[in-house]
């Protein structure tokens, strides 16, 4: 069964240098930067005995997870529940006034508005839906014991809170991970109960 989860954020891409919102379909792949990132990222993760690697279908993710699961040798899989979440008309633009009206509806969810929406985008029940779904799926597989998961930033900050055990709620409650950063969560064998941080 697995027994820990590996969370991390796909490394830089186009959309981050440029600050555009780049959300659907495939989007821009990995810099130079980023590659190098998810070089790194697979030298990090090698002694943590991941056995599979699931990824979001974007090209960033998708670009950082081939190289991890190339590095250690294990299969891949693609997730749609692990795209990042969608933003509506906001959509391949870099607008400063966008990005005040994304960083307004994160704050209304952090808030409680579960039904903001960033340019009429997902909503944060929405995206929790689809997050706790497949988090709930992966522990139910019967193994392998690790699995990494390649993902987005704006989704690992609304998943994280929701799946960890409450002692461990403030180490992740906002928390915008880096490109290739990483959580790691230990499950415990009763999947009613929440994730132990073991790594952040």
């Known amino acids: 069964m697995v027994r820990r989860i590996v969370l991390a954020r796909h490394g830089e891409s186009v959309a981050n240098v440029e600050h555009r919102f780049a959300n659907r379909a495939l989007g821009p792949p990995l810099t130079a930067t980023g590659l190098d990132q ?3 990222l697979a030298r990090s993760l090698a002694d943590q005995g991941i056995g599979l690697v699931v990824t979001s279908p974007l090209l960033r993710a998708r670009g950082t997870a081939r190289v991890v699961a190339h590095a250690l040798d294990v299969p891949l899989e693609v997730a749609e529940a692990l795209r990042e979440y969608d933003v509506g008309a906001f959509e391949g633009t870099t607008d400063a006034a966008h990005w005040a009206a994304y960083e307004r509806t994160e704050a209304a969810w952090d808030a409680g508005e579960w ?8 909503s944060l029940a929405e995206i ?5 779904g497949w988090f709930a799926e992966v522990r139910a597989r019967p193994g392998p014991e690790v699995v990494l998961a390649v993902s987005h930033g704006g989704v690992l900050r609304r998943l994280l809170p929701r799946v ?3 002692q461990d709620a403030d180490l992740v409650r906002g928390l915008t991970l880096p490109t290739t950063g990483y959580v790691v969560l230990a499950l ?11 790594h952040v």
């Open 188 to 198: 415990p064998d009763d999947p009613s109960s929440a994730a132990a941080v073991v």
């Open 38 to 40: 998810a070089d790194a």
């Open 115 to 122: 039904t903001a929406r960033t340019g009429d985008g997902e």
């Open 164 to 166: 960890v055990r409450s």
């Open 128 to 132: 929790e839906e689809r997050l706790t």
